[in-house]
Each structure stands twice: as structure tokens, then as C-alpha cells.
């Protein structure tokens, strides 16, 4: 395949979502598939959350397109082919009928188990040139917990407008790039084909929204953001390849873990779903909508600059970085806790002061 290739596999991705999002919102309007309202909710209206299938669609034609021009790879397709379908299908069933919990975290298993099996899983990873750690058959169990975790972290991300599918759009571009700059070009064309879907999508998605991506959407993306950097463990085993995707949606993993660590220790089921989410929290201390993409989008840049970065330096090094980036973003997180607590005082010191005396 030839580099003009990349434009016209942007090009496919992007016009063939952008142009059924207006069927789909045709469609959902007709049928009654709006998203629902509650008291979660950041939005009001009825808003399409079939987004995902215009995600699926124009990834879809990408994907097609480079099979046709001789798309080498090393993993069985068709393999992969059936589980990216049952990704997305996992979520679009449930936004159109709504689907308990545990049976969608058993497919999404089950999405990790038919990636190992198509050639993509976690065997090894060499931590220090004299230090490999290998799974055995628990390689396995670590490529579907892998795979699982990215989609219920983009699922989860997934509160407000722009926010999940910009966040995933710059870590693709990242990626894009780093399997350019080392040579792993079906890295590069999947990211691409993956940054045009969302770009058809996000035209629609910016706010104020005009239509949601849904969990076929989240989980669709999730699934192909978590499966295409193991297409690198075919050159290398490095611990970079698996920090680099951490490192990237470093933000929303960290959301995840923080979220249902408070769920669980609150006696609650970690999969309710509340307004504990780093959105949620960033409009409660007075963040506009706009305003918190701002901030997110640039901590994705910024996060996507030090993945590049990772790639030049010793695995130690870049575990060391690793370290360093999750504690600065730990200490945002406690920042904004802070700041919560300060306002909740103030909030309930103006209702003792306005209060009537007894």
C-alpha cells in the first residue's frame, strides 16, 4: 500500500460516517431511540444514541477497503472481524433494548477471549532487556481483562458532549503517529481509518449535540483502541507497547478506577451508574461544558507529546515517566476533589445563614 492510501482511507472513514449520521437521526426520531433522561444527565431533549452505528460504518468501509488492496497482517481476520462486531453489537443492542450489566461484561470477556485467539494476545512483556515476564495460559485471561477495561473505560468517559470521542480521537492520531515513526504501518492505517469514523461523528457530537454515541459507540471504540496497539506485540513484546495506551487515555482509566472504587466502598453496584464521573465533577465546581473539553483535550495532547516521547527511551525510563504521569494526574484528581469540599462547605454555610431562626 502506498502513503496517498492514508487519505483515502481518512477520507472513506470520515464521509461514510458523517453522512449517515443524519439517517440515524432520522431514524431514531422515527423509531423513538432517544437517549435517556435522568438525573445524570448533563443534556436535555431527544437526542439519537445510535451514534455508534455511523462509527461502525465508517470504520467498517475503511477496514473493507484495505482488505481489498492486500491488507497484510499476522492475526487471523476473521477472528477479529467477529469481535469487533460483537463489540459494537453489545452496546447497540443495549441502547436499543437495554441489556443487564453482567451479560454485557461476559461478552465483552468474550470480544478479549476471540482477539487472543485471533493471534492478538498478551504472551510476554519484557520489562528490562533481561526481564521478561510470560503469561502462559494466563495470556488469555490478561488479553480479555485488557480489552474488557478499555471499553468500559470509554463507556464510562462517555457523559458529555465531544468528550469521549475527542479524547479517543487525539489518542488515535498519537498512536497514528507513534506506528508511523516505528514502521508498524497497519497500527497507522487502523488509527486513521478509526480517526475519520470519529470525525464523521463528532461534527454531530460537538455541543450542543445533536446525537450520542451510545454504548455501541463507546464500546466499539474501546474495543478497537485496546486491540490495536497489540497488533505491536508482533515486532516487540516491549513494556512501552502497553504503557503507551495507558498513558494516552491516562485520564478516563484513572476516572474508572477512582469511580468504582467510591462505588464500591459506598456498598453500591460498581457498574450504577451516577454523577461521580471526572465531567460531573468539573461542572459541579463551576466548569462550562466547552470549557472542560478544553481542559481534557489539552491533557490529551499533552499525554499524546510524552507517549511519542516514551518510544526513544530505555523501557526503565519510560516506566519511570509512566510513574510521574500517573501522579500528576492523581494529584488532579485529589485537586478537584478539594475544591468540591470547599464548595459543598460554602453551599451549606448559605443555607445555615439564609435560613429562617427558630
Not at 217 to 238: D, E, R
Not at 304 to 324: N, Q
Not at 342 to 357: A, G, M, Q, V
Amino acid at each position: 500500500m502506498m502513503p496517498y492510501d492514508l487519505l483515502i482511507i481518512l477520507l472513506l472513514s470520515f464521509v461514510v460516517s458523517a453522512v449517515s449520521m443524519p439517517l440515524i437521526i432520522k431514524f431514531s426520531d422515527k423509531n423513538g431511540f432517544h437517549d435517556y433522561i435522568d438525573d445524570r444527565k448533563v443534556h436535555s431533549g431527544k437526542i439519537s444514541r445510535l451514534g455508534g452505528l455511523g462509527i461502525f460504518l465508517g470504520f467498517g468501509s475503511a477496514f473493507i477497503y484495505l482488505l481489498i488492496f492486500d491488507f497484510a497482517v499476522q492475526f487471523n481476520v476473521a477472528l477479529f472481524i467477529i469481535a469487533m462486531v460483537v463489540a459494537f453489537l453489545t452496546g447497540f443492542l443495549d441502547d436499543l433494548f437495554h441489556i443487564r450489566a453482567w451479560h454485557k461484561l461476559i461478552l465483552q470477556l468474550l470480544c478479549g477471549l476471540v482477539v487472543a485467539y485471533a493471534g492478538l494476545r498478551i504472551q510476554k512483556i519484557t520489562i528490562l532487556e533481561d526481564v521478561t515476564i510470560y503469561f502462559g495460559i494466563f495470556s488469555y485471561v490478561a488479553t480479555m481483562l485488557w480489552v474488557s477495561g478499555f471499553m468500559n473505560a470509554i463507556n464510562m468517559l462517555d457523559g458529555l458532549d465531544g468528550l469521549a470521542s475527542g479524547i479517543v480521537m487525539i489518542a488515535s492520531i498519537s498512536l497514528g503517529i507513534i506506528g508511523w515513526l516505528e514502521g508498524t504501518l497497519v497500527v497507522t492505517y487502523l488509527a486513521i481509518a478509526l480517526i475519520g469514523a470519529i470525525g464523521g461523528f463528532l461534527i454531530f457530537n460537538f455541543p450542543p449535540a445533536k446525537i450520542f454515541m451510545g454504548d455501541g459507540g463507546a464500546y466499539f471504540l474501546g474495543f478497537i483502541y485496546a486491540v490495536v496497539p497489540l497488533i505491536g506485540i508482533k515486532k516487540t513484546a516491549s513494556i512501552i507497547i502497553f504503557l503507551i495506551p495507558l498513558v494516552l487515555l491516562l485520564v478516563p482509566l484513572v476516572d474508572m478506577v477512582t469511580v468504582m472504587k467510591k462505588r464500591f466502598s459506598g456498598g453500591y453496584h460498581v457498574f450504577l451508574a451516577d454523577r461521580s464521573h471526572i465531567h460531573h465533577r468539573l461542572l459541579h465546581i463551576g466548569f462550562t461544558n466547552r470549557g472542560i473539553l478544553l481542559v481534557l483535550y489539552l491533557y490529551s495532547i499533552v499525554l499524546g507529546a510524552f507517549a511519542i516521547l516514551m518510544m526513544h527511551l530505555r523501557p526503565f525510563h519510560s516506566f519511570i515517566l509512566m510513574v510521574l504521569l500517573i501522579c500528576l494526574t492523581l494529584l488532579a484528581f485529589y485537586t478537584i476533589s478539594v475544591a468540591e469540599q470547599e464548595i459543598e462547605r460554602l453551599e451549606k454555610n448559605s443555607e445555615k445563614n439564609s435560613s429562617p431562626e427558630k
